[in-house]
């Protein structure tokens, strides 16, 4: 079956602008991940949902970075007033529930100029 | 802030040879895992450890989780060209499974 998928795959963008990343799960995963790896860094937590909700939120840097995930599946990363700092690939993954084995997308690279 | 420490970063060996990868923590984590990556890949889950003590073993890898369950290491015997790729550990930090990793090894086998 289909995997995890990101979209975009490459995303550049100028400082000051801002940037929304899509995660689409495993169809049928109910737990989903957000992390961040810079390069030559393993990746970082950002946060993760349960259904709809937050689960932990304790990742994210600043308030310019937010997500959604409205009905449960796809998620969205939405970064405002973004830095040159910002520079990295966004990591998704889903899990059948929580604590379960997390399945990665292949990531979005995002880069900051 | 919990830390996971691996070493080495970096790990250039020929083709036959033996080598292990260190990943270390002053924290105690409920189950720890390696992952393996590739590029322009998101990394794939190779094993898990959760009892202190345990020995794993998967083809020519083998995964030991410490005493304590603050380190781990990960032995390959033999290895090959197709063994090349980003290694990284990744302690399990609570039941919601909020994953800490490592800084990774760099893995490079030459034929």
């Known amino acids: 079956g289909a995997g995890v998928s990101q979209t975009p795959s490459n995303k550049v963008t100028e400082k000051g602008k801002y940037v929304e990343l899509r995660c689409d799960p495993i169809?049928?995963?109910?737990?989903l991940y957000w992390y961040r790896q810079s390069l030559g860094q393993g990746p970082e937590f950002l946060i993760y949902f349960q259904g709809t909700g937050a689960a932990d939120d304790s990742g994210l840097p600043n308030d310019r970075f937010f997500a959604v995930r409205p009905e449960g599946s796809v998620s969205t990363l939405k970064i405002q007033r973004t830095e040159r700092g910002d520079s990295a690939v966004y990591l998704c993954a889903s899990s059948l529930g929580l604590g379960g084995e997390q399945y990665f997308g292949p990531g979005t690279r995002l880069t900051v100029t | 802030t919990q830390l996971l420490e691996q070493s080495p970063q970096f790990l250039s060996i020929q083709e036959g040879e033996n080598l292990t990868v260190y990943c270390n923590s002053s924290s105690v984590f409920s189950s720890l895992q390696w992952y393996r990556q590739e590029p322009g890949e998101g990394p794939v889950l190779l094993v898990t450890v959760v009892t202190g003590g345990e020995v794993k073993k998967l083809k020519r890898l083998t995964f030991q989780f410490g005493d304590a369950r603050k380190d781990s290491s990960l032995h390959i015997t033999a290895a090959q060209p197709g063994d090349t790729g980003l290694y990284l550990c990744?302690?399990?930090?609570?039941?919601?499974?909020?994953?800490?990793f490592g800084q990774g090894t760099e893995l490079s086998v030459k034929p």
């Open positions: 169809s049928g995963h109910t737990a």
């Open positions: 990744a302690g399990v930090y609570n039941q919601g499974g909020k994953l800490i």
